[in-house]
């Protein structure tokens, strides 16, 4: 049976817990509207740039473009959009389990990695793969800029290099407050025909380019790179400021919980005590009225 002063001392500690998650619940919440509204504010921006690169791609076939070149594939890099931080719910090992299964479907492929967040850098770390390029502390304020050395790398290693033949990005997908989703898309080799949804209904004609279609392809591509991945790690914000704020309620909750169950056995244990004293005195005050 535990004392008296061991109870009251788990039932300080939790509640010193309970007043830390709630102030990361709070914190979370005013986190999350923020990142909430900066993904929907980018989402017009990364659907423009990609019905205006399905708009262009629709007419390369006429000269030849790496961008969109079909290869055998040997080795896919992967872009893996984590957290930085824990204690945001089951987010990232949702992620990293989508992630599992997809390299398990492809065992004949090699995979390398950019990571953006540590906790992906640490899963590729663990699991000994290879590991091209690393960014951590990406700010939830931060602009494109902070990105940038991920896209350049997988222009590099798939259009220059050639090492790779297929380049995905994992993310987490902020859907709502309750939910979001661990989602995989591929980057490279472009598709256009995966593009024609994000084109214009009924949109028809022809177009004139200035200076001519390579050339605004050229510095286009780079550029729908770069907005895809940082609009993805908007999303992941998104994902990871709701995952922490539902996971921290949940804590309060528990916590709450937790409170109650220990001082309802405080008031009995100090019941049973004091019982027990009144128990001895009156058999010690009939023990001498007796004598």
Known sequence: ?????????????????????????MVASAKMKKAQKRVLDARPYAEKIRELLHRIATLEKAWPNPYFE???????GIVLVSTDRGLCGPINSNLIRTLSRFMKERPDVKFEFVT??????????????????????VKDKGGIAEILPASQVVVQEFAEKRNWQEVWVFYTQFVSIMTQKPQFEKLLPIDPQSLAGHAIAGATGDYL??????????????????????HRVLENFASEYSA?????????????EVIY????????LRQANITKEI?????????????
């Open 116 to 137: 953006i967040g540590r906790k992906g850098r640490d899963f590729v770390r663990r699991a000994g793969l290879p590991l091209t390029g690393v960014i951590q502390g």
């Open 279 to 291: 128990s001895e005195i009156s058999s010690g005050a009939e023990a001498i009225n007796q004598g």
């Open 244 to 256: 922490r704020m539902m996971a921290m309620k949940n804590a309060t909750a528990n916590a709450k």
């Open 1 to 25: 049976m535990p004392s008296l002063r061991s109870i009251r001392s788990r039932i300080k500690s939790v509640k010193n817990t309970r007043q830390i998650t709630k102030a990361m619940e």
């Open 70 to 76: 079909v290869r055998p594939v040997e080795t896919i």
């Open 261 to 268: 169950g220990l001082t309802l056995t405080y008031n009995k």
């Open 209 to 230: 380019y200035e200076p001519d279609r390579r050339d605004i392809l050229d510095v286009l591509i780079p550029r729908y790179f770069e907005t895809i991945i940082f």
